[in-house]
């Protein structure tokens, strides 16, 4: 009886030691990724699925709704009823291309797909919020025949675009059906 004591107190304290080593790690990760400032992120951010795990929110049900974007954070917060209701990673503009900066409102223009012969880029669920179609919501870029640029997708989640701001398609497409015309979108 006493010899399965010890080793049940063996196992106990070997799961405890990894256990805090494998926390340990993954702080130390985090304070490395944190200390950089960097809003590159290692790892690819999902381009063809909806950034949450969890419903979209319900525009109708929302007292007040209104649309942020996040330049340092690469991130679009959906809010309404004085919270964030929904969170979407995007790509901003590059430097060289910046996303214009304020406060802006949804306007009439929107559309299924474009493409830009100049750019030699397009894409698919824009919504126009500035500019009367120069600078949009929409998807991850596509080419000439429509069909999405993995290269391009793959920059989700760092400044990438032209100065529009880039979702994944699902968001795009919830963004494109859901979101109406005057809605206010500050960006900072």
């Not at 830009?116 to 596509?142: C, I, M, Q, R």
């Not at 989700?156 to 979101?179: E, Q």
């Amino acid at each position: 009886m006493k010899f399965k004591n010890v080793i049940a107190l063996i196992f106990a304290s070997l799961f405890v030691v990894m256990a805090l080593v494998a926390a340990q790690h993954s702080f130390a990760i985090q304070k490395a990724s944190d200390s950089t400032g960097s809003t590159e992120s290692s790892a690819s951010v999902p381009w063809k699925a909806p950034s949450e795990n969890k419903a979209y929110p319900k525009w109708s049900e929302m007292r007040k709704p209104w649309i942020y974007v996040s330049l340092r954070q690469q991130k679009v917060y959906i809010r309404g009823n004085g919270k964030v209701q929904y969170v979407m990673n995007c790509s901003t503009g590059m430097p060289t291309s910046p996303t214009p900066t304020g406060t802006y409102h949804i306007q009439k223009e929107r559309g299924y797909s474009f493409y830009n012969a100049k750019s030699h880029e397009g894409a698919h669920y824009w919504v126009s919020w500035h500019d009367h179609g120069v600078y949009l919501f929409h998807s991850v870029p596509t080419n000439k025949a429509g069909k999405y640029v993995v290269s391009e997708a793959e920059k989700l989640g760092v400044p990438a675009s032209h100065g529009c701001v880039r979702l994944s398609i699902p968001d795009a497409k919830w963004m494109y059906k859901t979101v109406p015309f005057g809605t206010k979108v500050v960006i900072h």
